[in-house]
């Protein structure tokens, strides 16, 4: 049943939608997963890795909502990295979907229903900053909001302190720990050369940048820009989740009238594709490191 509630930004799931899924899930599966990855454009191979793998269409799925993009396939996947339980988005969704922020972030509350800690996020973006090259692996240090400056902001509307409270703190949305561990593996697997570190910003999209907006977007302190991974973070963090967020910039955006090259979703699909081997390694790695370190401080 699609029993949401979405009134213009104010977005209102009843958290009766989110038990009936999380209970759907637990019902259907004996995975309990504690980190959770949200595979972005291109990316869904990031769970072949995993063992005992059980998968599940979203279509499937009561409540969740369907990817329409291509490089999403639109599949959650149950499996274990190293010994740790994990849930792998296949695919994420997006306001240019048309869909509400809260059918964007509903799977993020689901995963916490269901006993998840951290958050790994994948995207792909647009390089803004002029140092960065194509394939390069942005760790998201920061974000711009840019919808949510507009009142586009899945936190819109009743708060449900179940989840968390209605003024949350976003200066440290990204985990410190988790971005300097993925530094260290980056040196281990032999990839630091491409690790970066920067600010992602969330456009709406769907379309790609003007060359006036891609400069105030370089104005205003953004490294790279995408069309996601802005609202599920802020729900996470809002609910107490651990954060990281990866983006693999996959184009540089033209900051200049006189370049010719044009970006479109196709080269978007086939960097992924390229990097999406070493991801790969970096993302087990990094699920097992950060579930060791969660035992550890907790
Ligand atoms: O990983 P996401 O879905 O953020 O990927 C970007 C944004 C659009 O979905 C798409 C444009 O090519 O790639």
Redesign the pocket.
Same mark, same amino acid.
């Given at each position: 049943s699609r029993t949401m509630h979405c009134k213009g930004n104010s977005c209102s799931c009843s958290f009766e939608d989110y038990k009936l899924t999380t209970q759907w899930l637990l019902n259907h599966t004996s995975h309990r997963p504690k980190v959770a990855v949200i595979c972005? *454009? +291109? #990316?869904g191979l990031l769970a072949d890795g995993a063992a005992n793998k059980q998968t599940f269409r979203y279509q499937d799925i009561p409540n969740f909502p369907v990817s329409t993009?291509a +490089? =999403?396939e639109g599949c959650l996947v149950f499996g274990t990295i190293e010994g740790t339980s994990c849930v792998f988005m296949q695919g =994420?969704f =997006?306001l240019?979907e048309g869909y509400s922020l809260c059918q964007v972030t509903l799977p993020v509350r689901i995963f916490k229903l269901m006993g998840v800690e951290s958050l790994l996020v994948?995207?792909? *973006?647009g390089g803004i900053c002029p140092d960065f090259k194509v394939g390069d692996i942005m760790i998201i240090k920061d974000h711009i909001n840019l919808p949510g400056f507009a009142g586009q902001h899945p936190l819109c509307g009743p708060n449900d302190e179940r989840f968390g409270i209605r003024f949350p703190c976003m200066s440290d949305a990204y985990s410190k720990d988790l971005r300097r561990l993925v530094l260290e593996a980056g040196l281990e697997l032999g990839c630091n050369d491409f690790i970066r570190e920067g600010v992602y910003c969330m456009v709406s999209?769907?379309n790609?940048e003007t060359i006036a907006e891609a400069r105030m977007l370089r104005i205003l302190g953004c490294d790279s820009v995408?069309? *996601?991974?802005v609202p599920e973070v802020t729900v996470a963090k809002h609910c107490g989740l651990r954060v990281l967020g990866l983006s693999l910039i996959?184009n540089k955006v033209s900051l200049d009238y006189s370049r010719e090259e044009k970006v479109n =979703?196709e080269e978007? #699909?086939q960097i992924s594709k390229m990097r999406a081997e070493v991801l790969q390694k970096l993302v087990a790695t990094m699920i097992s490191r950060c579930q060791q370190q969660s035992i550890n401080t907790h």
């Open positions: 972005g *454009s +291109g #990316l993009v +490089g =999403h =994420h =997006h240019y994948t995207n792909a *973006s999209g769907p790609f995408g069309m *996601s991974t996959t =979703h978007v #699909l």
